[in-house]
């Protein structure tokens, strides 16, 4: 069964350091997301992107978060200066079509900020 | 404006008792509702979805919900708990956004604690 992947699982950085999480969503979708989940606290969306644009970005998507879909396959969140409350895990997310908004999960990659 | 309401954040039962997850929403639209389980340490699975056809939608696991749009309500249900349901347990509503596009929105999550 065909699944989202993301890498790295768990990385540690220091603070002001930039990052990049990594996602390969489901081949034949066309509709990609980054969404967060704060330890403890609601998934919150981040962005998605179509055609190779942002269709939306919410409040917290800021001038220190980037998505970019480099080669067609990968699908990628940089944040350019980490702070402690960027700690979070991050979910990448696919859909084939976005009339229905059901989302297929990557396992998350755990961002922690020190 | 989407949003949508878990009414209970933890929901403690027994093995072999019924199961009921509440969630409440509220849309602009004809809104497309889902029920997410998130097993520690893992990722966002889906667990069934309404989709603007039959208001009793059956699921994965044995789950399923029934959508009323007269009490804007999403509740999920499942007549026997398994330990296996111990998780954390998403409602999620999707609505089409300022921006065309159809962003699904969380709720807060309820932990679903099951006792043997």
């Known amino acids: 069964e065909p699944e989202v992947t993301q890498t790295p699982s768990h990385q540690v950085t220091q603070m002001g350091q930039e990052v990049i999480l990594r996602c390969v969503p489901i081949?034949?979708?066309?509709?990609f997301y980054w969404y967060r989940q704060i330890l403890g606290q609601k998934v919150e969306f981040l962005v998605s992107f179509y055609n190779n644009e942002i269709s939306e970005k919410s409040e917290i998507f800021d001038d220190q978060f980037s998505v970019e879909r480099p080669d067609g396959s990968n699908f990628t969140l940089k944040i350019r200066s980490t702070k402690l409350e960027d700690s979070a895990m991050y979910f990448c997310?696919?859909?084939?079509?976005?009339?229905?908004?059901?989302?297929?999960f990557g396992e998350g990659s755990r961002l922690t900020v020190l | 404006a989407q949003s949508v309401t878990q009414l209970d954040s933890h929901v403690s039962v027994s093995e072999g008792t019924p199961v009921l997850l509440r969630c409440n929403y509220s849309?602009?639209?004809?809104?497309?509702l889902f029920w997410y389980v998130q097993h520690p340490n893992k990722g966002l699975q889906l667990l069934l979805k309404y989709t603007s056809a039959a208001t009793l939608v059956k699921g994965i696991n044995g789950f399923e919900a029934e959508f009323k749009k007269s009490e804007t309500s999403f509740h999920l249900t499942k007549p026997s708990a398994h330990m296996s349901d111990a998780a954390e347990y998403f409602c999620v509503v999707s609505d089409r956004a300022s921006g065309g596009s159809y962003i699904p929105t969380f709720g807060r999550g309820t932990s679903l604690i099951v006792h043997p």
């Open positions: 849309s602009s639209y004809s809104p497309s």
């Open positions: 997310a696919s859909s084939r079509l976005v009339s229905t908004g059901e989302l297929f």
């Open positions: 081949s034949n979708h066309l509709y």
